[in-house]
Every structure is written in C-alpha cells, then in structure tokens.
Nanobody, 119 residues
Framework: QVQVVESGGGLVQPGGSLRLSCSAS????????MGWYRQAPGKAREFVACMTISGGSNYADSVKGRFTISADNSKSTEFLQMNSLKPEDTAVYYC?????????????WGQGTQVTVSS
C-alpha cells in the first residue's frame, strides 16, 4: 500500500510561481511513477504531468514549458514547479502514486491541494 499527501497550494497572481510537493509513504519500493492531475470547478480531472522512477517525464500540452516535475534522491517526494501561472491553472491538484506501471493513469490519490491564480 502506498499513501501520498500533497502540500504547497495557495493563492498566486497571474505570472507567478508555486511549488507543490507530494510525499509518499508505505511501500515506496513498489512505486513505478508519480504524477499530478488537476480538477477545476465543473470540469473533469485532467492529467498534468508524470515522472517514472527512471526519470522519464511527460506533460500535458497546456503546461509544457511552464511546469516541471522532479523528485528527491529518495524518490519518496515529488515536486511540481509551476511557473508563469495563468488563471486557467486554477484547480485542485492531486498527486498520484502508480504502482502498476501505467504511466500515472491509475494509482493511489492524495486529498488534493488548492491552487488559485487570481489578481
């Protein structure tokens, strides 16, 4: 079993930056990838970014060049650096821990952290 907990959300002005963190616990050795999804009010949850334990990563087109996913050396904490934030980035951001090697399509979800981009 793997558990993940997000942190780092908040209110930021357009053009600003935020760094989200996701801490994994439990059977960390079973994690194949960790990633981020987000859900805006009235919209479906959407993929943001995913990084495998080998270091490979992929991003949604909407965040490419602005968001960067990374992990610490222990691979138990993952980060999402968000730059040049836009109002449309406002959403609850969820971390996921993938133990099945699905490229973050399926995994354990955290409780989410709110990101609000507004002036």
């Amino acid at each position: 079993q793997v558990q993940v907990v997000e942190s780092g959300g908040g209110l930021v002005q357009p053009g600003g930056s935020l760094r989200l963190s996701c801490s994994a616990s439990g059977d960390i050795s079973s994690i194949k990838a960790m990633g981020w999804y987000r859900q805006a009010p009235g919209k479906a949850r959407e993929f943001v970014a995913c990084m495998t334990i080998s270091g490979g990563s992929n991003y949604a087109d909407s965040v490419k060049g602005r968001f960067t996913i990374s992990a610490d050396n222990s691979k138990s904490t993952e980060f999402l650096q968000m730059n040049s934030l836009k109002p449309e980035d406002t959403a609850v951001y969820y971390c996921t821990g993938d133990t099945r090697g699905t490229g973050c399509q399926f995994g354990t979800w955290g409780q989410g952290t709110q990101v609000t981009v507004s002036s």
